[in-house]
């Protein structure tokens, strides 16, 4: 087990550097920090990623960024439907305003693209109206197959111009300096790593099963852990049976949890909002929880770390629970990065396993309340004994430094590099 030693308290860390492209100039470098890898939360946010690189053409990238609300304006805020019923006296328009009237083929396809984006939610969504239809079918297709459609369907977009769409919004890891902030990035567990809330999570179990007549034990309680909401609900009612209705039982427990968050002080392990806050503003963060996603996001709220993280993933949303690498898998995607790039922060043993499977090294941080067992501390990659302690760049540089393949967990996804001309 390679453990490296934690910085002390106000030791000289590595100052914050960027992709040669973006340092040195602010508008490249807000969009390099803030913007590039990151999925839009919004279709128009979407199709406005789209169509830059429509419009973009031999522009040089920090042109298009330096014209953007320009853009924004003459399109609409790109509201597809809105973009949809521009007609050719339109795009003359927009190619006065925006200064491209030697460019009103790119303009056009844009409103076409808008048309053709309209039509596909039919195929992609539930409806022809669904407007989360285009967000929910990127993130959940292989980027292959969306650099294939994309080519296929829409005007004025080569497999290049779906390529470099792909990679500004996230889909696929990014090719960054070595030496950039933005190369690793760490994810965080929730439950025993930031909140001490396994008790809280035990007392609603203890309490649902009192109410039921029966009795919910420390072995029980061990047994479920890293589990997803369903995973756990129907072990519940396998092992105590609740009326054998599984849902019923992930239901009454979430609402349970979610009403403790909503009337009490949270359970906060000492120090670790401000360490998860120190290293977002070094590294992209993530969190990889077992917790349901309301249960997430009114802890997060409850301690103010909401909007902190740039991925949050609960296993609910994947195929299995740790100790499957699921939800790690996912929260590097999130963050656009090799799971070998991140750092994840763990308290459990399944959370060990289940990070460790996913291709990142592994920090134990141990949980007085639920101390790991000794196989924990033999399987992490390395140990601190608080969350203040975690220094991410040594424990990359040590997990590298033994010799250990930087890609060979990475199950096969190949970051590139762009020119951002």
Same mark, same amino acid.
């Given at each position: 087990?390679?453990?490296? $030693?934690?910085?002390?308290?106000?030791?000289?860390?590595?100052?914050?550097?960027?992709?040669?492209? @973006?340092?040195?100039?602010?508008?490249?470098?807000?969009?390099?920090?803030? +913007?590039?890898?990151?999925?839009?939360?919004?279709?128009?946010?979407?199709?406005?990623?789209?169509?830059?690189?429509?419009?973009?053409?031999?522009?040089?990238?920090?042109?298009?960024?330096?014209?953007?609300?320009?853009?924004?304006?003459?399109?609409?805020?790109?509201?597809?439907?809105?973009?949809?019923?521009?007609?050719?006296?339109?795009?003359?328009?927009?190619?006065? #305003?925006?200064?491209?009237?030697?460019?009103?083929?790119?303009?056009?396809?844009?409103?076409?693209?808008?048309?053709?984006?309209?039509?596909?939610?039919?195929?992609?969504? =539930?409806?022809?109206?669904?407007?989360?239809?285009?967000?929910?079918?990127?993130? &959940?297709?292989?980027?292959? @197959?969306?650099?294939?459609?994309?080519?296929?369907?829409?005007?004025?977009?080569?497999?290049?111009?779906?390529?470099?769409?792909?990679? &500004?919004?996230?889909?696929?890891?990014?090719?960054?300096?070595?030496?950039?902030?933005?190369?690793?990035?760490?994810?965080?567990?929730?439950?025993?790593?930031?909140?001490? =809330?396994?008790?809280?999570?035990? $007392?609603?179990?203890?309490?649902?099963?009192?109410?039921?007549?029966?009795?919910?034990?420390?072995?029980?309680?061990?047994? !479920?852990?890293?589990?997803?909401?369903?995973?756990?609900?129907?072990?519940?009612?396998?092992?105590?049976?609740?009326?054998?209705?599984?849902?019923?039982?992930?239901?009454?427990?979430? /609402?349970?949890?979610?009403?403790?968050?909503?009337?009490?002080?949270?359970?906060? !392990?000492?120090?670790?909002?401000?360490?998860?806050?120190?290293?977002?503003?070094?590294?992209?963060? @993530?969190?990889? =929880?077992?917790?349901?996603?309301?249960?997430? /996001?009114?802890?997060?709220?409850?301690?103010?770390?909401?909007?902190?993280?740039?991925?949050?993933?609960?296993?609910? +949303?994947?195929?299995?629970?740790?100790?499957?690498?699921?939800?790690?898998?996912? @929260?590097?995607?999130?963050?656009?990065?090799?799971?070998?790039?991140?750092?994840?922060?763990?308290?459990?043993?399944?959370?060990?396993?289940?990070?460790?499977?996913?291709?990142?090294?592994?920090?134990?941080?141990?949980?007085?309340? !639920?101390?790991?067992?000794? +196989?924990?501390?033999?399987?992490?990659?390395?140990?601190?004994?608080?969350?203040?302690?975690?220094?991410?760049?040594?424990?990359?540089?040590?997990?590298?430094?033994?010799?250990?393949?930087?890609?060979?967990?990475?199950?096969?996804? #190949?970051?590139?590099?762009?020119?951002?001309?």
């Amino acid at each position: 087990m390679t453990t490296p $030693e934690a910085s002390p308290p106000g030791a000289t860390r590595r100052p914050l550097r960027r992709c040669p492209w @973006a340092d040195g100039d602010p508008l490249l470098a807000a969009y390099h920090d803030h +913007e590039r890898g990151r999925f839009p939360g919004t279709e128009s946010a979407l199709f406005e990623a789209f169509s830059l690189d429509v419009l973009k053409g031999g522009l040089p990238w920090r042109e298009v960024l330096a014209h953007r609300e320009a853009f924004r304006i003459a399109f609409a805020g790109f509201e597809p439907e809105v973009v949809a019923r521009f007609d050719e006296a339109e795009v003359g328009r927009i190619g006065r #305003a925006v200064g491209l009237a030697n460019h009103r083929g790119r303009i056009r396809a844009v409103t076409q693209n808008a048309r053709r984006l309209v039509t596909a939610r039919a195929e992609w969504g =539930s409806a022809p109206d669904d407007r989360a239809a285009f967000g929910r079918w990127l993130a &959940s297709t292989a980027p292959e @197959a969306v650099v294939a459609e994309l080519a296929g369907r829409f005007r004025m977009v080569s497999h290049g111009v779906a390529r470099s769409f792909v990679e &500004s919004v996230g889909l696929v890891p990014l090719g960054h300096a070595p030496d950039c902030w933005r190369a690793r990035g760490v994810v965080f567990d929730l439950d025993g790593v930031i909140l001490d =809330s396994e008790v809280w999570w035990r $007392e609603v179990r203890e309490d649902l099963l009192h109410d039921h007549g029966g009795e919910w034990s420390e072995e029980d309680h061990r047994a !479920i852990m890293g589990m997803s909401s369903r995973e756990w609900a129907a072990e519940m009612v396998r092992r105590k049976g609740l009326g054998g209705d599984p849902v019923a039982v992930e239901a009454e427990v979430v /609402a349970r949890l979610v009403s403790l968050y909503r009337t009490r002080r949270p359970p906060l !392990i000492e120090g670790a909002v401000e360490a998860v806050s120190a290293v977002a503003a070094r590294h992209p963060v @993530a969190l990889a =929880s077992s917790a349901h996603p309301a249960v997430i /996001a009114v802890a997060l709220a409850s301690v103010g770390l909401e909007g902190t993280f740039e991925g949050v993933v609960s296993s609910d +949303e994947v195929g299995q629970g740790k100790p499957s690498a699921d939800v790690y898998l996912a @929260a590097a995607r999130k963050l656009a990065l090799r799971p070998s790039s991140c750092v994840a922060v763990e308290d459990s043993i399944s959370g060990l396993r289940s990070a460790l499977a996913a291709g990142m090294p592994a920090v134990l941080v141990p949980n007085p309340s !639920i101390p790991p067992p000794r +196989e924990a501390y033999e399987l992490a990659t390395a140990v601190v004994s608080r969350l203040a302690d975690l220094d991410a760049d040594a424990v990359l540089d040590a997990h590298q430094a033994a010799g250990t393949d930087p890609q060979a967990h990475d199950r096969g996804a #190949a970051g590139s590099t762009i020119a951002i001309a």
